[in-house]
């Protein structure tokens, strides 16, 4: 198409608004707009804006002083800010009356060769790829905190749990370690849906493409996008980037969740102490200390899911390609990924500056006959079936004085009842001491992954280098970033 055909996009009308004409009020109009809404994409229409206004005037499509026209009102509308708009049905909608109103009807030579459709979706992934790198900073941070308190408590015993009954000891560096694995996944997962983000939509138009001879990958790589989705229907329709995100967000508060939830019962059992900034009182119990905070981080996780379900229900089942239930599915995508940023900075602060209390935690950690395991083991490696020595520790603790629990006379009455011999006959009654310890008991269990020290050092130490590795990263990203928009900035300075 020609200069003077791409003419009149606001179809002559120097009034200065986009026309709708019998499409301008009702009741509806309210309804309809996701104008408030839409401020979170205000600065990230006005790049999509200058990259398309770029493109058409290096394609010829528009002359250049119209494109310098257009860029300088798109400047001052931005200054002006979200707010100053005009009315329209949407951020996309107003700028557009708000360019025509600064630069007449040439204004409406900006929508040429594009549709509301490729601009939406071009906006949510402009705007999504800055909060994703928002939340995998917050998952790096916990990481962070997460490796210093396994740092300094490689030995710190503690009791470990299964259905929450005292199972085997533990150490607060394997407890922690076991977290750090989990967010290292939940910042893996959104790397890679950054990836499928990081794709521009812009030039799909309304979803068939146009006549106009446009450079998709030109507007791409001024957005800073890695290249360009590229069936134009596929372009305009496709929001699963947004489920994706959506979906990794929601597995991260699922994380968080337990992590509060273990971090509220140790404080609860005195094992842990919780700065004051991340707790809260009482209005009428004076003595309380709370962990409200953590409270709420656990319940980010339900939010996360509901919206999950929210955004799965709307776009499950909708034909292509665009249809407006889309404007209503953005919306749990920025629900979630504030909380889940702002859940994940909290969780990272409370962690970060948590005072574990060894003392209470080694009284603990013996408790519940923890070590009963170990001491089968034991028994195991010295040559008894490991199904008997089960049997024997399991009678010694059924009949010795304190229910429950063994100490080595009981192992000894058992070993007689059962093998019709005494313990030391299998096994030096030394190492049988050091099992029923705890400190002992840790030390021993140093298999791959393990919670001795010796096995938990490796663990720290890949720690340690998955993180540089994802925040150099993380890093790269955020730099792609900025110099895409310092480079469409010197573009635009070419022509305002
Ligand atoms: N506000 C709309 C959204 O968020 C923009 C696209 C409108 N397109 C249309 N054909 N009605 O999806």
Redesign the pocket.
């Known amino acids: 198409m020609t200069e003077e055909s791409a003419r009149g996009g606001a179809d002559g009308d120097e009034s200065g608004v986009v026309r709708r004409d019998r499409f301008s009020g009702g009741p509806a109009r309210s309804f309809l707009s996701?104008l408030a809404a839409?401020e979170r994409i205000f600065e990230a229409d006005l790049e999509v804006d200058r990259a398309h206004t770029l493109m058409l005037a290096e394609q010829g499509i528009i002359d250049e002083e119209t494109a310098g026209s257009i860029l300088t009102a798109l400047d001052a509308i931005e200054v002006a800010g979200h707010d100053s708009l005009p009315d329209g049905?949407?951020v996309?909608e107003a700028i557009e009356t708000a360019v025509i109103e600064r630069v007449g009807a040439d204004g409406g030579k900006m929508h040429t060769a594009r549709?509301?459709?490729d601009e939406?979706a071009t906006c949510i992934r402009y705007r999504l790829r800055e909060d994703v790198l928002d939340a995998i900073e917050t998952t790096l941070a916990l990481r962070g905190s997460l490796l210093d308190v396994a740092d300094t408590h490689a030995e710190t015993i503690m009791p470990g749990y299964t259905h929450l009954q005292p199972a085997q000891p533990t150490t607060v560096a394997h407890w922690a370690l076991s977290y750090e694995g989990a967010v290292r996944r939940d910042t893996e997962r959104l790397l890679e849906a950054y990836a499928r983000i990081n794709e521009s939509p812009l030039g799909g138009a309304a979803f068939a493409g146009t006549t106009f001879d446009i450079d998709r990958e030109f507007t791409a790589s001024l957005l800073g996008f890695d290249g360009v989705v590229v069936n134009s229907m596929d372009a305009a329709s496709s929001r699963d980037f947004l489920l994706e995100t959506t979906q990794a967000l929601s597995t991260h508060a699922t994380t968080l969740s337990g992590l509060a939830e273990d971090l509220i019962i140790f404080a609860n059992r005195g094992f842990v102490s919780l700065a004051d900034d991340y707790s809260s009182t009482s209005s009428i119990m004076p003595q309380k200390k709370n962990p409200d905070t953590l409270e709420l981080v656990r319940a980010v996780a339900g939010d996360a899911a509901g919206n999950v379900q929210g955004l799965t229900t709307t776009l499950k089942g909708l034909p292509r390609a665009?249809n407006?239930d889309?404007?209503r599915a953005?919306t749990h995508a920025w629900e979630t990924v504030d909380a889940a940023v702002e859940a994940s900075e909290i969780a990272a602060g409370a962690i970060a500056t948590a005072e574990w209390n060894a003392d209470a935690l080694a009284a603990e950690a013996g408790a519940g006959f923890s070590t009963a395991t170990g001491v089968a083991d034991l028994l195991a490696a010295n040559g008894l079936p490991f199904r008997t020595a089960h049997e024997l520790v399991a009678t010694a603790a059924e009949n010795s004085a304190e229910h429950g629990s063994a100490d080595y006379d009981a192992l000894d009455a058992a070993a007689e009842d059962i093998l019709g011999e005494p313990l030391e006959s299998h096994v030096d009654p030394d190492a049988v001491v050091d099992a029923l310890d705890p400190a002992e008991s840790v030390a021993s269990r140093n298999s791959q992954g393990g919670p001795a020290p010796e096995a938990t050092t490796p663990q720290l130490e890949s720690g340690h280098d998955a993180l540089g590795a994802d925040e150099s990263t993380h890093s790269e990203l955020a730099a792609e970033l900025e110099t895409a928009h310092t480079a469409l900035r010197e573009e635009v300075n070419d022509y305002v």
């Open positions: 996701s839409d049905e949407d996309h549709s509301r459709n939406v665009y407006r889309l404007q953005t």
